[in-house]
């Protein structure tokens, strides 16, 4: 390699026959120092059960990204959001951890020191972890200790002033045993025991209802529609976890606080041991856009949340309940929509299975007819009766409305395809109107006239109602159109509204080409 004159005279560390290529030892280094820390914070993060520093500082990202950015997030990625966001995270700390090391190479405690200042995010992140304990500092200690003496190990030996094939060995065999040792602690990180969560709900029998649901009414027969209950492998997922809080039965209770008579503490047993009621109730998130797909219908099964407040007796005054996650997540409830006798639930089923890790095993919250961010926390774990002046929720803070009921709508999800072969198709969808019940779905194709669709049977009033519309298409293009009203007879406005501060609005609608 040439080197120009201006760089003046070659340092030691400047060197670059080590590796033969200027630069490359010092990346090298950086990249294989930061896998080796990650791994190692991995690691002590799973045998300690506590929050590893790399995903606490993606939990910061989230909290800390603007609303906006949250949305965007959501929109493009759907519930692969989480995914994104941690390789995107996994990106920058390499290309950070390489810029420390080609520059550690020449200047060593310049480079050093941007390692430490990536430790230092690392650190403020951990201590801002929602319920993290003192034990949350011993994967970042590991962190610390192993990248930065990995980063100390290589960089010494990529800028040593050994000249020719010796440097570059002596570089080669500290950077393979780094890589060697962080493999080994990769496939460690595969073999350790899994989550307790996991591990006791695959065990877990939950007892049969004391009120089963009723059955559910015949689909529409739609070929290409979905199921009027959704699987719960294909239910949507919103919820700021970036790593699924792993809670053991055995160890959970739900606190019933504040505003009652009578304080509770329910283990999971005395929660399974009342009568438990199932129901079908579909869920809506407040940031589905008019079309969208964050909104499923599911069988739960639990313990009605009326029963458990008037045990602990609720006291005058009093307007909301503050519920809290495992993971510090915290939602506003009003009071009158847990106690209106409408089909609340703390629920510990979902589709006849006990909750999937993903939907809050072991409790969550299921409340008809409200958005899932004042209603439905997962891996609850406080129940605070309390009033709307007194608190702000997780959402409520970041510029959403503090009540969230769930506006009538509806969506046309068939054909799938835009693209439409002539002659009798099925135009197809679900609408929903929670707690109000959907009484009629009109569809506009083109500018022809608003026609009736045939609905399926009513389920509940809580849950989605299947239509569809039989459709002669001659070529050309359509705009289809649909408008669903509830049961007051109000229909949904056509006033094109985002998702924020408290849920879109809008009529759906689709563009066909017919050939
Ligand atoms: N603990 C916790 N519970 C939560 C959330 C969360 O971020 N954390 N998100 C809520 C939101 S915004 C919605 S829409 C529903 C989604 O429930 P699901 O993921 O089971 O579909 O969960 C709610 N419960
Ligand atoms: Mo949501």
């Known amino acids: 390699m040439q080197r120009v004159a201006t760089q003046g005279p070659a340092r030691p560390g400047r060197r670059d026959r080590a590796t033969g290529a200027p630069g490359a030892a010092g990346w090298l280094a950086g990249i294989l120092a930061a896998a080796a820390g990650l791994i190692a914070s991995e690691l002590v993060a799973r045998l300690s059960g506590t929050v590893s520093p790399f995903v606490a500082v993606g939990n910061r990202a989230v909290d800390l990204s603007p609303t906006p950015v949250k949305e965007w997030a959501i929109a493009t990625f759907d519930t692969a959001d989480k995914a994104v966001l941690l390789g995107g995270a996994l990106i920058v700390v390499l290309a950070l951890a390489a810029l420390a090391g080609a520059v550690a190479v020449r200047r060593f405690t310049a480079g050093m020191l941007i390692g430490v200042g990536l430790a230092a995010l690392a650190l403020l992140a951990v201590v801002f972890e929602p319920g993290g304990s003192a034990a949350a500092l011993l994967p970042l200690a590991a962190l610390v200790i192993v990248g930065l003496g990995a980063l100390r190990l290589l960089v010494t030996a990529a800028a040593e002033p050994a000249s020719g094939p010796d440097g570059r060995r002596r570089f080669l065999v500290r950077a393979g045993g780094v890589a060697a040792a962080t493999a080994v602690g990769g496939l460690l990180l595969g073999v350790l025991p899994e989550p307790a969560a996991t591990r006791v709900r695959r065990a877990l029998r939950l007892p049969a209802p004391t009120r089963p649901a009723a059955a559910p009414p015949p689909a529409l027969p739609v070929p290409e529609l979905g199921p009027h209950i959704v699987p719960s492998d294909s239910f949507y997922r919103i919820d700021t976890a970036l790593v699924v809080p792993d809670v053991d039965p055995a160890d959970w209770t739900l606190r019933v606080t504040g505003l009652v008579d009578r304080p509770l503490t ?13 129901r079908r109730v579909t869920l809506a998130c407040v940031s589905n856009p008019v079309g969208g797909d964050l909104i499923g219908n599911a069988t739960w099964l639990g313990v009605p949340i009326a029963e458990i407040l008037a045990e602990a007796g609720v006291q005058a005054g009093a307007d909301a309940v503050k ?32 909750l999937p890790a993903e939907h809050g095993f072991p409790v969550r919250m299921v409340v008809p007819g409200l958005y899932g961010y004042v209603s439905a926390t997962k891996w609850l774990a406080e129940l605070e009766v309390t009033r709307f002046a007194d608190f702000a929720a997780y959402w409520t803070v970041r510029g959403w409305s503090e009540q969230g009921p769930v506006k009538t709508s509806c969506r046309i999800d068939v054909p799938r395809e835009s693209q439409v072969p002539a002659g009798r198709v099925w135009l197809a969808g679900v609408a929903w109107a929670q707690h109000t019940g959907i009484d009629r779905v009109e569809v506009q194709i083109g500018d022809g006239p608003w026609q009736a669709a045939e609905l399926a049977d009513e389920d509940t009033i809580d849950t989605w109602r299947q239509w569809r519309l039989a459709w002669d298409a001659v070529p050309g293009e359509y705009r289809v159109t649909a408008r669903a009203t509830d049961r007051t007879g109000a229909t949904q406005t056509s006033e094109v509204r985002g998702v924020l501060p408290d849920g879109a609005t809008g009529w759906p609608s689709r563009t066909y080409r017919v050939a």
Do not use: H, I, K, Y
């Open 266 to 278: 329910l283990s999971f047993a005395d929660l399974l041991a009342r009568p438990l009621v199932e």
């Open 323 to 354: 519920s809290t996650s495992a993971d510090g997540w915290t939602c506003g409830t009003p009071l009158a929509a847990l106690t209106d006798g409408r089909d609340a639930l703390l629920a510990v089923g979902m589709n006849g299975e006990p």
